[in-house]
């Protein structure tokens, strides 16, 4: 740190940001995990952590909002290497239950049965080491981000936290509600993220989402039936500003729904689609950049605690660095904000 000038050219190191920290020295770590195996229209969310990484050194380090912030520290951790090599082989097999199902069969055929149950096994390895992982680093007294990879991949992480934090409310930026139960047979979908939070983690006691905009008939009836669940869709968020609401008050109506202790789950198909055309499953509407900082902004000055956040779902265009670019400009974003 002595010897780092935030105004030299970056020098990639191997480190997010290109900065210098270990993550013992770092008050904020950040775990990859290049993981994609059950997304049901585009892949490529497993090469999001190595994209992102490559594309943060070219971004200035000064925060209008807090300047110095990353002075405190933001480690990069090094990930299980076989995990992207498990990935692209059960995205094999996944992408065959898809094909079967859309071809009218059904998750009960034995054809289907044996490789559900090879996926759903190395699923659930896969939330475990991150648990482990997130466990070990906030017992060692950091906050730990995690950088997807696709949305089935933070389970684990918000398990550890909800562990050591008490009741946490989560924040959903998302354009998706991810409410699905096994979707398509998979128990741990990238659908169905939140279903697996709210029912499989005692600790969280609330779930905000925001720029919901494509869900299922089902999972609209669940998020009006149960109380801890409180939907900013795209839908009210565009009426609101119709009708004359400005994003201030927007946020304010939002981040009074969380409680005080917030973790971020930031699905980056919340954006609007111009900012990272190649996620997964994109989807017209949406917030804008600016409009994701202010709400994240205001979350931080509302006095509330941000325990833990996720990014996913970037997916890079091998032609193109755009996604990654807004990426990691996401990602310093819930670093800085995290950090204070």
Not at 54 to 63: H, M
Not at 108 to 120: C, D, G, S, T, W
Not at 316 to 332: Q, S, T, Y
């Amino acid at each position: 740190m002595a010897n780092h000038n935030p105004n030299d050219v970056s020098i990639p190191n191997g480190n997010y940001f290109a900065l210098p920290f270990t993550p013992e020295e770092a008050a904020l770590v950040l775990l990859s995990v290049p993981w994609d195996v059950t997304t049901s229209y585009r892949p490529g969310a497993a090469k999001g952590p190595d994209a992102i990484l490559e594309a943060s050194p070219q971004l200035d380090l000064y925060d209008f909002h807090y300047p110095g912030a990353w002075r405190k520290g933001i480690g990069t951790l090094e990930f299980d290497s076989t995990i992207p090599y498990t990935s692209k082989k059960l995205r094999e097999e996944a992408e065959k239950v898809i094909i079967h199902l859309e071809s009218g069969g059904s998750v009960e055929e034995e054809y289907a049965v044996k490789k559900l149950k090879r996926i759903n096994k190395a699923s659930r390895l896969l939330n475990e080491y991150v648990y482990r992982e997130a466990k070990r680093w906030l017992d060692a007294g950091k906050k730990v981000g995690l950088v997807g990879g696709d949305h089935s991949t933070p389970f684990g992480l918000i398990r550890a936290v909800a562990e050591r934090e008490g009741e946490i409310g989560i924040l959903q930026i998302d354009a998706h509600a991810d409410l699905r139960v096994a979707y398509e047979g998979f128990e741990h979908s990238h659908a169905s993220i939140m279903n697996n939070a709210l029912n499989g983690i005692d600790g969280v006691q609330s779930l905000v989402q925001v720029a919901v905009r494509d869900l299922s008939e089902e999972e609209a009836q669940r998020i009006d039936s149960d109380g801890r669940i409180t939907c900013f869709s795209n839908h009210i968020l565009s009426q609101n500003r119709f009708e004359g609401v400005n994003w201030q008050d927007q946020c304010r109506l939002i981040v009074d729904a969380l409680p005080q202790k917030v973790y971020i789950s930031f699905d980056i198909d919340g954006l609007t689609p111009e900012y990272c055309p190649s996620t997964g499953t994109p989807v017209p509407g949406g917030i804008t950049f600016d409009e994701a900082v202010h709400l994240l902004f205001f979350v931080k000055a509302s006095g509330r605690k941000i325990v833990g956040f996720d990014l996913c779902e970037v997916v890079p265009d091998p032609k193109n660095e755009w996604d990654a670019n807004v990426g990691a400009r996401i990602l310093f974003k819930l670093c800085n904000f995290a950090l204070l």
